[in-house]
Each structure stands twice: as structure tokens, then as C-alpha cells.
């Protein structure tokens, strides 16, 4: 980006300290110009700067020339009414800009008069941002000229052209902060000149300049209106040529950023509110980088402005995160009635400043969140490395005081979710307790419906009785250890003693239940089925650790095992001899008539079916369940960082 000299705009800054009196500039006839300048006393009580005294020609003498004192360097820039040129002041020895007439309207009175006006309104309005005006004269060929300070910056619009094309000098020198921060300084200064009488009527951000050391320039007063004067006829060049800006003698003011009123060519009714609409143009395209009216013809902007357009500029640009109050304030200076914009440029100066208050509490606020939230990475790394639970503890506080302070700080919620969703299943002892207080819960539940699965075995005793028994002590046996179970289970659910050591107490009961099913049709029939499902229903619904899964597994298959093996060795009578190619099975509890032995066999095989299929599944929903609430609550926690941080995670 080029640096620029005030000067191209047709003026420069002056920097004063002195205090100013409100003052009003007479009119100026387009006959001749006065020249005195004094103090008078008004009916208000106000001190008002008139110019007064005797009349003299538009065509200034001799003695207004500057040639022996200015020695001309180069041309700074061409404007509507003239041209700006660098000179050497001889007599002080500094760099000067100096305004001179364009000769080929130098001779019509009426611009003649407005050159020379826009002088003086300068020279008087004594104000830091409005640039100071030194001498008034006449050039070589006659022309009237004014000298000014010379100083160099960039204008608003140069800022916004580099913002828009991501230049990263600009973007860094001139932060949105500053720009309204600038932009409140113009509004005090133009607040300045209404006070005195004088409405600027051509705001927009190539007449604002910013300097390198904090200076605010509010440029080009040519077509200033001042109080009490009459400006002729307002007449709108429509052309293409007017698009680009303020056009001399055609169009008093820039389309795209001139007030309704002035649009429509209403001159009595520009007041100090048409500056302000301006202002709220300026702020519309610093926070959008957008022009508010869009057309690609100067009817088309005209158009925008008369209709009054108005739109928020958070909708505009939602990806810049612009703040309802600033919102507002855009919606408040560009209202299409006068008497709704603010009251005054200083009003609204005091709303940005409202608004930039907050946002430097806001700035604070999220440098401390910063500092909370890499204390807390620092201690969670720690805890990480084997520091312990103290520093975890230590970390999430840290968290929790950075979000405090800063909601939305993306560091911390990243954090924060990379804590919660951590894939690692050590747990800290208060929650590692409070984790098997639940499993107690559940097992609570899953002993209640155990214990209901070992009731619906005694179904199968009717059926023995109603076969011949042949031994009443392994019946009974069957019976008392099937009613152990029941009763073991009963006493678990009722007095909520269901950790893993009374879980493991009944497996002798258990397992020794299921081997004295064998005494029916043999270790190798109907025990292997009923011992897998009585080992899973325990697993699953028991919530079996690791200990109690390989007690369940050397259980199930002892069940099965032990006695096959104490048949082999004759220990136990055997169970099955095999003659001619058959087995046959030789039962040690009851007889095995065909009808009761077929039924006993279908409702044994149904109620291992069953029950295992119940217990199981019980244990399967709540794990489903268990796992449908972490997933969802991951989720939601997914959502509090925004998409790049989900991605990393």
C-alpha cells in the first residue's frame, strides 16, 4: 500500500492544543469576499466569528502574491475546484501544500467565491482534525490559492481497500478498534464544526485520513455549507463522471454516502443530521467492508440513498462478528427522517465510545482467560506426566475461571472438551468410588431378576416327580442347591449387598447347581447349554470384573469337566456306555419314560432359551442405553468449540 500525502485530497492536519469559542461564518457573496475577521456578541451569549469589513474584488492585487516566499517541488493531486502542489515555505523553511485555483474555472465568480470560502471555513475552524490554512493569495496567472500544513497518511478508504485484500500491515496497523476509535475523533470534529455553523455535506472515507503517530484528518471542506448562506440552486449530475466522487459546480456531495435530504436536492434541509448519515455509511463499510448503497450507476445509489435503504451490518458480513450495539448504532445515523438520526455527532461519538468501552473490558477480560487457560494446559500436562489428581483438580479450576471470564474463548472450550472427552479409563479414587456405587445399583436390579430366572426352574420338578425317581438324595440335593440360588439372589436385591465379594460367594452354590443337572442325562447334555448361559447372564448382568469373570469361566467349566472326569475315573457311576454303535445314557436321578423324558427335555431347552435371552438382554439394553448417553453426551460437548477444534480433536 502507498503511503499518501494529505495533501491529495486538497488539504492537511494541524495539530493545536488551544481551546475554541463556538462561532458562526456569514455568508460569503459570489461578488467579492470579505476580509477582516472580529469577534462579535450575539443575542445568545454565544461568540460568533463573522467575517466582516470592506468588500474587495474576487480578483485579488498584487500584493496577495507569494512567488518571492514559495518555491514549488511538485504536484500533489487535482480536485474538483484545484490543484494541490508541494512548495518550500523560504521564509519559515518547511514543506507547505498549497491550493490553487484550476485556471479554467478561476474566472467564474461563483466558484471563485466557493474556492475562496472553502478557505476560510478551514482557516477557522481551529481544530486538531481539521487542517489549518496559513496564507490566502494570488498565483502567477492570477488565480487564487491558499497554503495549508503538509503531512502524509493513509485515508480511510486506502485502509479498507488493504483490509479488503487481506494486506497484513494494514490489517495488523489498523485493527477494527482503531478504526472506531478514529471514527469517533471525526465525529468530534465534525460535532466541532456544526457547533460553529458548518456542515461538512461531503463525508466519506477517502476525505478521513489516519496519520502514523494517532492523527485523525477530517479533508476537503470545499463544499462545506455554513450557516445562514445560500448555496444556489443544488443541482445532481447524474452522469457516469460523477460516480467516482464530488464533482465541482454538478453534485455537492459523494452518492453512496450524501443524506436523503441531500439527495433529493432539499438545500434548505441539510443540517448537522446530514453529516451525521454520512458517518453511519462510513461505520457501515469499517464494519463490512462493503458500501452500504450498491449500484453500478450514480442513479442507481441515488435511488438507494432516496428510498432509504437501511440494513444491519451483521447480516451483511455474519462472518465478522459484529456486535448488536454497533448494529444499532449504523441502523440510528442512516435513518431515512433527520429528526430519528442521533441528535448530534457528538451523541454519536459517545455511543462508539459506549460501545468501545465495553469492548476494552471485554479485551481484558479475555487476556486474563487466556492466562487461566494456559495455566490449565500446563497442569493438565502435568497430571498427564503422573503428577496426580491434584493437578488434574488444579487444571479443570483453571478451566473454569478462564470460561468464567470468556465464555466463548476457543482455547479453553477446546480444552475443556479434550478433558471430558479423554479416552483414558483411569479414574481419580472419589470417582472410581462413585463409579462402583452405581455397578451396585445395577447389580441390585440384576439379582432381583436372577432370582426370578432361578423361580421359573422349579417348573421342571413337577415333571421329575412325575417320572420314577432313583435317587431322592440327588433330587433334593438339585432342589436345595436351585433354592440357595434363589434365595442368595432374593437377599442381594432385598438388602442392596451386591458387590463383586458377596457376587462371588454364590458361585460354588451356582456352578455346584448346574453339575448336579448331569445327574439327569449326563455331564455332556443339557449342562454345557444351561452352564454357558447361567456364565454369560452372570458376566453381563452381574457387571463381573476382571476377577470375577475368570472365577465365572473355571466355574462353568468345572461344572462340566469335574464330573466327566470323576466318571472316567470311576469315581462317579458312568453316564453313558456305548453298544452296537449306540449311546446310551444312563440317568442317576430319574427314570426316562419316553413321554416325560421328551417333555422334560423341551421345557429345559425352552427355559434356557429363555432366561437367557431375558438376563441377557437386560444387560445388553442398559449397556445400550449407558452407551447412547456417553455418545450423546460427547456430542453436546463436540458443540461447545467451533469446527477446526472438533476436527483436531
Same mark, same amino acid.
Given at each position: 500500500?502507498?503511503?499518501?500525502?494529505?495533501?491529495?485530497?486538497?488539504?492537511?492536519?494541524?495539530?493545536?492544543?488551544?481551546?475554541?469559542?463556538?462561532?458562526?461564518?456569514?455568508?460569503?457573496?459570489?461578488?467579492?469576499?470579505?476580509?477582516?475577521?472580529?469577534?462579535?456578541?450575539?443575542?445568545?451569549?454565544?461568540?460568533?466569528?463573522?467575517?466582516?469589513?470592506?468588500?474587495?474584488?474576487?480578483?485579488?492585487?498584487?500584493?496577495?502574491?507569494?512567488?518571492?516566499?514559495?518555491?514549488?517541488?511538485?504536484?500533489? &493531486?487535482?480536485?474538483?475546484?484545484?490543484?494541490?502542489?508541494? %512548495?518550500?515555505?523560504?521564509?519559515?523553511?518547511?514543506?507547505?501544500?498549497?491550493?490553487?485555483?484550476?485556471?479554467?474555472?478561476?474566472?467564474?465568480?461563483?466558484?471563485?467565491?466557493?474556492?475562496?470560502?472553502?478557505?476560510?471555513?478551514?482557516?477557522?475552524?481551529?481544530?486538531?482534525?481539521?487542517?489549518?490554512?496559513?496564507?490566502?493569495?494570488?498565483?502567477?496567472?492570477?488565480?487564487?490559492?491558499?497554503?495549508?500544513?503538509?503531512?502524509?497518511?493513509?485515508?480511510?478508504?486506502?485502509?479498507?481497500?488493504?483490509?479488503?485484500?487481506?494486506?497484513?500491515?494494514?490489517?495488523?496497523?489498523?485493527?477494527?478498534?482503531?478504526?472506531?476509535?478514529?471514527?469517533?475523533?471525526?465525529?468530534?470534529?465534525?460535532?466541532?464544526?456544526?457547533?460553529?455553523?458548518?456542515?461538512?455535506?461531503?463525508?466519506?472515507?477517502?476525505?478521513?485520513?489516519?496519520?502514523?503517530?494517532?492523527?485523525?484528518?477530517?479533508?476537503?471542506?470545499?463544499?462545506?455549507?455554513?450557516?445562514?448562506?445560500?448555496?444556489?440552486?443544488?443541482?445532481?449530475?447524474?452522469?457516469?463522471?460523477?460516480?467516482?466522487?464530488?464533482?465541482?459546480?454538478?453534485?455537492?456531495?459523494?452518492?453512496?454516502?450524501?443524506?436523503?435530504?441531500?439527495?433529493?436536492?432539499?438545500?434548505?434541509?441539510?443540517?448537522?443530521?446530514?453529516?451525521?448519515?454520512?458517518?453511519?455509511?462510513?461505520?457501515?463499510?469499517?464494519?463490512?467492508?462493503?458500501?452500504? %448503497?450498491?449500484?453500478?450507476?450514480?442513479?442507481?445509489?441515488?435511488?438507494?440513498?432516496?428510498? &432509504?435503504?437501511?440494513?444491519?451490518?451483521?447480516?451483511?458480513?455474519?462472518?465478522?462478528?459484529?456486535?448488536?450495539?454497533?448494529?444499532?448504532?449504523?441502523?440510528?445515523?442512516?435513518?431515512?427522517?433527520?429528526?430519528?438520526?442521533?441528535?448530534?455527532?457528538?451523541?454519536?461519538?459517545?455511543?462508539?465510545?459506549?460501545?468501545?468501552?465495553?469492548?476494552?473490558?471485554?479485551?481484558?477480560?479475555?487476556?486474563?482467560?487466556?492466562?487461566?487457560?494456559?495455566?490449565?494446559?500446563?497442569?493438565?500436562? %502435568?497430571?498427564?506426566?503422573?503428577?496426580?489428581?491434584?493437578?488434574?483438580?488444579?487444571?479443570?479450576?483453571?478451566?473454569?475461571?478462564?470460561?468464567?471470564?470468556?465464555?466463548?474463548?476457543?482455547?479453553?472450550?477446546?480444552?475443556?472438551?479434550?478433558?471430558?472427552?479423554?479416552?483414558?479409563?483411569?479414574?481419580?479414587?472419589?470417582?472410581?468410588?462413585?463409579?462402583?456405587?452405581?455397578?451396585?445399583?445395577?447389580?441390585?436390579?440384576?439379582?432381583?431378576?436372577?432370582?426370578?430366572?432361578?423361580?421359573?426352574?422349579?417348573?421342571?420338578?413337577?415333571?421329575?416327580?412325575?417320572?420314577?425317581?432313583?435317587?431322592?438324595?440327588?433330587?433334593?440335593?438339585?432342589?436345595?442347591?436351585?433354592?440357595?440360588?434363589?434365595?442368595?439372589?432374593?437377599?442381594?436385591?432385598?438388602?442392596?449387598?451386591?458387590?463383586?465379594?458377596?457376587?462371588?460367594?454364590?458361585?460354588?452354590?451356582?456352578?455346584?447347581?448346574?453339575?448336579?443337572?448331569?445327574?439327569?442325562?449326563?455331564?455332556?447334555?443339557?449342562?454345557?447349554?444351561?452352564?454357558?448361559?447361567?456364565?454369560?447372564?452372570?458376566?453381563?448382568?452381574?457387571?463381573?470384573?476382571?476377577?470375577?469373570?475368570?472365577?465365572?469361566?473355571?466355574?462353568?467349566?468345572?461344572?462340566?469337566?469335574?464330573?466327566?472326569?470323576?466318571?472316567?475315573?470311576?469315581?462317579?457311576?458312568?453316564?453313558?456306555?456305548?453298544?452296537?454303535?449306540?449311546?446310551?445314557?444312563?440317568?442317576?436321578?430319574?427314570?426316562?419314560?419316553?413321554?416325560?423324558?421328551?417333555?422334560?427335555?423341551?421345557?429345559?431347552?425352552?427355559?434356557?432359551?429363555?432366561?437367557?435371552?431375558?438376563?441377557?438382554?437386560?444387560?445388553?439394553?442398559?449397556?445400550?442405553?449407558?452407551?447412547?448417553?456417553?455418545?450423546?453426551?460427547?456430542?453436546?460437548?463436540?458443540?461447545?468449540?467451533?469446527?477446526?477444534?472438533?476436527?483436531?480433536?
Amino acid at each position: 500500500m502507498t503511503r499518501r500525502d494529505s495533501s491529495d485530497d486538497e488539504t492537511l492536519h494541524v495539530e493545536k492544543t488551544e481551546r475554541y469559542e463556538p462561532l458562526d461564518a456569514s455568508p460569503v457573496s459570489s461578488e467579492g469576499e470579505t476580509i477582516a475577521v472580529m469577534s462579535a456578541s450575539t443575542p445568545s451569549g454565544r461568540r460568533d466569528l463573522v467575517l466582516s469589513g470592506p468588500k474587495v474584488s474576487a480578483q485579488l492585487g498584487d500584493e496577495g502574491r507569494f512567488d518571492s516566499r514559495y518555491a514549488k517541488r511538485r504536484t500533489l &493531486g487535482v480536485g474538483g475546484m484545484g490543484v494541490v502542489q508541494l %512548495h518550500h515555505d523560504q521564509w519559515v523553511g518547511r514543506e507547505v501544500a498549497v491550493k490553487v485555483m484550476r485556471p479554467d474555472i478561476a474566472e467564474n465568480p461563483s466558484a471563485r467565491a466557493r474556492f475562496l470560502r472553502e478557505a476560510r471555513i478551514q482557516a477557522q475552524l481551529e481544530h486538531p482534525s481539521v487542517v489549518p490554512v496559513y496564507d490566502l493569495g494570488v498565483g502567477e496567472a492570477g488565480q487564487p490559492l491558499f497554503t495549508m500544513k503538509r503531512v502524509k497518511g493513509l485515508t480511510l478508504e486506502e485502509i479498507f481497500d488493504g483490509h479488503r485484500l487481506g494486506d497484513a500491515a494494514l490489517l495488523n496497523n489498523y485493527s477494527r478498534r482503531q478504526l472506531l476509535s478514529a471514527l469517533a475523533r471525526v465525529c468530534l470534529a465534525v460535532s466541532f464544526a456544526h457547533d460553529r455553523g458548518v456542515v461538512h455535506r461531503d463525508l466519506k472515507p477517502a476525505n478521513i485520513m489516519l496519520g502514523d503517530y494517532g492523527e485523525v484528518n477530517v479533508l476537503d471542506w470545499g463544499v462545506a455549507k455554513v450557516r445562514g448562506s445560500s448555496d444556489g440552486p443544488m443541482s445532481i449530475d447524474t452522469g457516469e463522471g460523477a460516480l467516482a466522487g464530488t464533482q465541482a459546480g454538478a453534485i455537492l456531495g459523494t452518492p453512496g454516502f450524501m443524506a436523503p435530504e441531500q439527495a433529493r436536492g432539499e438545500i434548505s434541509a441539510v443540517s448537522a443530521q446530514s453529516d451525521i448519515y454520512s458517518l453511519g455509511c462510513i461505520l457501515f463499510e469499517l464494519l463490512t467492508l462493503e458500501p452500504l %448503497h450498491r449500484g453500478e450507476t450514480v442513479q442507481a445509489l441515488l435511488l438507494s440513498v432516496v428510498a &432509504g435503504h437501511q440494513e444491519r451490518p451483521s447480516e451483511r458480513a455474519p462472518e465478522r462478528g459484529i456486535a448488536p450495539e454497533l448494529d444499532q448504532i449504523v441502523l440510528t445515523a442512516t435513518e431515512l427522517d433527520p429528526v430519528a438520526r442521533f441528535s448530534s455527532a457528538r451523541a454519536m461519538n459517545d455511543a462508539i465510545e459506549r460501545y468501545l468501552d465495553g469492548e476494552r473490558d471485554l479485551e481484558q477480560r479475555r487476556e486474563r482467560a487466556q492466562r487461566h487457560t494456559l495455566n490449565a494446559q500446563l497442569a493438565l500436562a %502435568h497430571a498427564m506426566s503422573g503428577a496426580g489428581e491434584a493437578e488434574r483438580a488444579r487444571g479443570m479450576r483453571e478451566l473454569s475461571l478462564a470460561l468464567a471470564l470468556d465464555p466463548s474463548h476457543e482455547g479453553a472450550m477446546a480444552t475443556l472438551t479434550r478433558v471430558l472427552l479423554d479416552p483414558s479409563t483411569e479414574l481419580p479414587p472419589e470417582a472410581e468410588a462413585e463409579l462402583m456405587e452405581v455397578n451396585r445399583l445395577d447389580r441390585v436390579q440384576a439379582a432381583r431378576a436372577i432370582a426370578i430366572g432361578y423361580a421359573v426352574w422349579f417348573l421342571v420338578f413337577p415333571l421329575m416327580l412325575l417320572m420314577e425317581i432313583r435317587s431322592w438324595p440327588l433330587l433334593l440335593t438339585t432342589g436345595g442347591l436351585l433354592t440357595a440360588q434363589l434365595a442368595t439372589m432374593m437377599w442381594m436385591s432385598i438388602t442392596g449387598n451386591a458387590t463383586p465379594r458377596y457376587v462371588r460367594w454364590t458361585f460354588p452354590t451356582t456352578f455346584l447347581a448346574v453339575a448336579s443337572l448331569g445327574a439327569l442325562f449326563g455331564p455332556l447334555f443339557v449342562v454345557p447349554g444351561v452352564a454357558a448361559v447361567n456364565a454369560a447372564v452372570m458376566m453381563v448382568s452381574l457387571r463381573a470384573n476382571a476377577i470375577t469373570r475368570r472365577g465365572i469361566m473355571i466355574g462353568s467349566i468345572a461344572a462340566i469337566v469335574l464330573p466327566f472326569v470323576l466318571q472316567l475315573a470311576g469315581v462317579l457311576p458312568a453316564s453313558y456306555s456305548f453298544e452296537a454303535g449306540l449311546m446310551r445314557i444312563h440317568p442317576a436321578m430319574v427314570e426316562l419314560p419316553p413321554t416325560y423324558t421328551l417333555l422334560l427335555l423341551g421345557v429345559m431347552s425352552v427355559l434356557t432359551v429363555m432366561t437367557g435371552n431375558a438376563l441377557v438382554g437386560r444387560g445388553v439394553q442398559a449397556l445400550t442405553a449407558a452407551e447412547r448417553r456417553i455418545f450423546a453426551h460427547a456430542w453436546r460437548l463436540r458443540q461447545l468449540v467451533p469446527q477446526n477444534e472438533r476436527s483436531n480433536s
